[in-house]
């Protein structure tokens, strides 16, 4: 008969999820983590799992893992649309295909003691006198309940649980279109990490990520606001192929070739986060609006989310209560530790949107790389 009942059931195994899962079954909590795919699976991304993630790797035992299947860039390169370039240096961020390196996050999760199943497909919650009490899921062909004291939404950008739970935001504004193709032949090979704010496109970016380990290709792709997108005449291919033909940064990608399709998916930024906790659930990472708003990292983000939530959890576990008040000291946390940055990075979001101004914010910073290094590198 298939075990139905557990402490806590994480929906979702990417670096959100799969950080939860490791950070509870650490603590002895008997925890179920599940996802909809078989992984290794594909994420569209530009692949930079960001140095504020990087304590948390070391301390889940799983840091030294990620370096070996990836590459840590010296640095970050941004550019502003007047071509203004600014440059931190980079601490213990990496680059790793997400294939590879969310496999190690879930892995490491099952390592640490998470029980982990995939093709588990959640499709409603289960909710009794106005608390989360599990998941609905089909499951090895099967449609049924699971149950547990708290639900953690990890799954992504359109998250089901948030939609369930009600809590589920979708701002144009602040809900960003990002896609991405890797190519083979930068000359000279990339390095850095780059972000280039073009003026063809603005407020619109391009990012490449280098990836020496994989046949040095060159993750390269965009990222604009879906109010933005909606006014332009380019598509995001074609954002691309202008900032390739015509900035100086672009140059090195002229002879370079696309060795992959175009992928993208929807990415909902800090600049919209509000409540993302309930009776018995609580939100990480995309699903609760935690992507970074300047540059989308959201992978980090997802794992400090984790972080708080997994504390919180566990508090409730030991008192015993999975009321919106206990677990609305999830919200307290993430607000204290992680809403500072957000919000700075949002006003850097808003600032991009002029041109003039972005560029006087970067002509302002060029000479301080260690401004740029505490917001992107460090
Ligand atoms: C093109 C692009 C480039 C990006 N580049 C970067 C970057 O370089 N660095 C960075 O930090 N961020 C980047 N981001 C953002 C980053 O990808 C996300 O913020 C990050 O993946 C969030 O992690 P997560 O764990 O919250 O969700 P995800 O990584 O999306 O994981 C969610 C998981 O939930 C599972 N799931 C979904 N629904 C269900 C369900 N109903 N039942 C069971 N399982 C379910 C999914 O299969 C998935 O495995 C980029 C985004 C895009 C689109």
Known sequence: MMRAQWDVIVVGAGPGGSTA????????????????????????????????????????????????????????????????????????????????????????????????????????????DGQVRGVRAKYQGEFRDYRCDVVIGADGSHSWVAKRLGLFVDDYDQVYLAGRAYWRGCSPPLRDVEVHYDPSFNPGFVCLSPHPGYDDVVNMGVGIQMSQYGRLSLNAEEMVEKFVAESPHGEKMRGAERVSDWTGWRVPSAGQIGKNYAAGAVLVGDAGNFVEPFILEGVASAVRSANYAARAVLAALEERDFSEDSLSRYGEKWEKKMGPQLRALQGMAVTAADADALNGLFGGLKDDPEAVSRVFGE
């Open 21 to 128: 899962a490791a950070r509870l079954a650490q603590a002895g909590v008997d925890v179920l983590l599940v996802d909809k795919e078989r992984f290794p699976r594909e994420k569209p991304c530009s692949d930079i799992y960001g140095p504020f993630g990087a304590r948390t790797y070391e301390e889940l035992g799983v840091y030294e893992r990620l370096l070996e299947a990836g590459y840590v860039y010296p640095g970050v390169l941004l550019s502003s649309p007047d071509y203004t370039a600014i440059y931190g240096a980079n601490g213990k961020g990496l680059t790793c295909p997400r294939r590879v390196g969310d496999n190690i996050l879930k892995e490491n999760a099952s390592r640490l003691g998470a029980e982990v199943w995939e093709e588990f497909w959640v499709h409603d919650l289960v909710v009794k």
